[in-house]
């Protein structure tokens, strides 16, 4: 009797442990400055083709029919990060690219707070949290520039002006061959390329 | 020694409920993985089975080595099982050194290599160790026991299962289009 209890002692402590152990691994995985630089996709990347109508009643693709896009991954709060929106404006001009808000889910505000910050006239889709994942995309303001094939061109997380425009310019960069990856399947880049 | 004993079990009945949890949560990438050890021209879908059935295999002795103590037969299967893990480890070492095992799904990232082979030779040397003799009539357990056991392994196989699918979410099949 006493061997059976210190068995069930000894298994429920090593299981416990090992629930905790797991926890432990993957919040550090998950949550570290390194994770997030993971984040996206890496350039040459097939990106996730979608069809989405915006308030207006206008359809958006993406792939888009203009050379480049500029998928926004972010809402309403993108106004507490004007340099951010310093850099759109800076980009907007450029009539090759196609810039669009994509939010995680219904958010009546992110169009007016688009309008109040000056950004009227860029789209604002509503996306999904499947959507995002599709994007390995958790953290927002984030930037991805997808070409007219259908390959992701850059991607990052954004914080300020700076890198929005450093973003376009990556985009604007031929694509490697290497990093070309057959279209068929999402994968996640084992890389971080982040801005 | 008898503790020695059980706690040699209680190891490796963990090793198997984790890493049959793991696996689960992405069958695919498993797949992959038992595709390398069939040399014959096989059904994707016939392949993915054999991949769910070694996982679901993994997690039931896992269950009932923990479970059910008593029952010294299991502890035959686990030894036996560990035994296959070094096979598998120094053909892979053999056949295909460097690509990833996937043992534990998307929880660890290890590789056909020689410390591979020589982890599952340890895992194996634990398995004998627990197939050492312990009187059954002193492992009976009652049944609030066997309840809480097995609630601590269906949490320990929720929790592996739910890391697995989270360190691996970048790994989802191409998504659907979305429209509004």
């Given at each position: 009797?006493?061997?059976?209890?210190?068995?069930?002692?000894?298994a429920l402590v090593f299981c416990m442990a090992t629930v905790l152990a797991l926890f432990g691994v993957t919040h550090v995985s998950m949550s570290g400055a390194e994770a997030i630089e993971r984040d996206g996709l890496a350039p040459?990347?097939?990106?996730?083709?979608?069809?989405?109508?915006?308030?207006?009643?206008?359809?958006?693709?993406?792939?888009?029919?203009?050379?480049?896009?500029?998928?926004?991954?972010?809402?309403?709060?993108?106004?507490?990060?004007?340099?951010?929106?310093d850099g759109l404006r800076e980009v907007m001009a450029q009539e090759r690219l196609e810039i669009v808000v994509l939010t995680r889910r219904r958010n009546e505000l992110a169009e007016s707070a688009l309008r109040l910050i000056g950004l009227d006239g860029i789209?604002?889709?509503?996306?999904?949290?499947?959507?995002?994942a599709a994007y390995n995309v958790r953290v927002t303001p984030f930037a991805i520039f997808v070409d007219s094939a259908g390959r992701v061109r850059a991607s990052s997380l954004v914080n300020h002006a700076w890198q929005v425009t450093k973003l376009l310019q990556l985009a604007d960069l031929p694509p490697e061959p290497e990093t070309l990856a057959p279209r068929g399947r999402?994968?996640?880049?084992?890389?971080?390329?982040g801005v | 020694m008898d503790v020695l004993v059980l706690c040699a079990k209680t190891i490796l009945a963990s090793l198997l409920i984790v890493a049959g949890g793991a696996k689960l949560s992405d069958?695919?990438?498993?797949?992959?993985?038992?595709?390398l050890f069939i040399?014959?021209?096989?059904?994707w879908p016939l392949l993915s089975?054999?991949?769910?059935?070694?996982?679901?295999?993994?997690?039931?002795?896992?269950?009932?080595?923990?479970?059910?103590?008593?029952?010294?037969a299991l502890n035959a299967l686990v030894f036996a099982i560990a035994c296959a893990f070094v096979a598998v480890s120094a053909v892979g070492y053999a056949l295909h050194r460097g690509r990833s095992c996937r043992c534990f799904g998307a929880l660890s990232h290890r590789k056909f290599d020689a410390a591979g082979v020589l982890r599952s030779a340890v895992t194996a040397g634990i398995a004998a160790v627990a197939l050492a003799h312990v009187g059954a009539a002193?492992?009976?357990?009652?049944?609030?026991?066997?309840?809480?056991?097995?609630?601590?392994?269906?949490?320990?196989?929720?929790?592996?299962?739910?890391?697995?699918?989270?360190?691996?979410t970048g790994r989802e099949p191409e998504p659907k289009v979305e429209a509004q």
């Open positions: 009797m006493l061997l059976a209890s210190s068995f069930v002692v000894v040459g990347m097939p990106a996730p083709g979608w069809s989405l109508v915006d308030s207006t009643g206008k359809v958006v693709r993406s792939p888009p029919r203009t050379s480049l896009q500029l998928i926004m991954f972010t809402d309403h709060s993108l106004k507490s990060f004007p340099s951010v929106v789209p604002v889709l509503t996306g999904s949290p499947s959507l995002y999402f994968r996640r880049r084992t890389a971080g390329a | 069958p695919a990438s498993f797949t992959s993985t038992v595709r040399p014959l021209r096989v059904a089975a054999i991949a769910i059935g070694v996982s679901l295999a993994e997690l039931a002795v896992g269950l009932a080595s923990l479970t059910l103590p008593a029952i010294t002193a492992l009976q357990l009652d049944t609030t026991a066997r309840v809480l056991l097995l609630a601590a392994a269906a949490l320990l196989a929720l929790a592996a299962f739910t890391a697995a699918r989270a360190r691996g």
